[in-house]
């Protein structure tokens, strides 16, 4: 069973920092691109940023470049999200899924700017 679980989310005030970490199991994870999502309040479900298999970085979203950084980890089956500068835009509740987000989605984890 495909699975996602992520964790980290934290309420932190603008300009701190986080990482945040998605488990994945019932795949092989190293074989997909895979991506982190966010959904603001009110809107909808967008894309962050794409890492693919080999490790390299792309499609990263322009209101977060130079911010926020992904890596994986192929031996732990992790996801990792790391976010600094982080400003009151950035609240919202953070998701990982492959590159086409065609896996079920896990409960996400929350991430509140606020001061």
């Known amino acids: 069973q495909r699975k996602f679980v992520e964790s980290g989310g934290a309420l932190v005030q603008p300009g701190g920092s986080l990482r945040l970490s998605c488990s994945a199991s019932?795949?092989?994870?190293?074989?997909?691109?895979l991506s982190w999502y966010r959904q603001l309040p009110g809107k909808e479900r967008e894309s962050v940023a794409t890492i693919t298999r080999t490790g390299d970085t792309i499609n990263v979203a322009d209101s977060v470049k130079g911010r926020f950084t992904i890596s994986r980890d192929d031996v732990q089956n992790i996801l990792y999200l790391q976010m600094n500068n982080l400003k009151p835009e950035d609240t919202a509740k953070y998701y990982c899924n492959t590159k086409f987000a065609n896996f079920n989605w896990g409960q996400g984890t929350q991430v509140t700017v606020s001061s």
């Open positions: 019932g795949f092989t994870f190293g074989h997909l691109a």
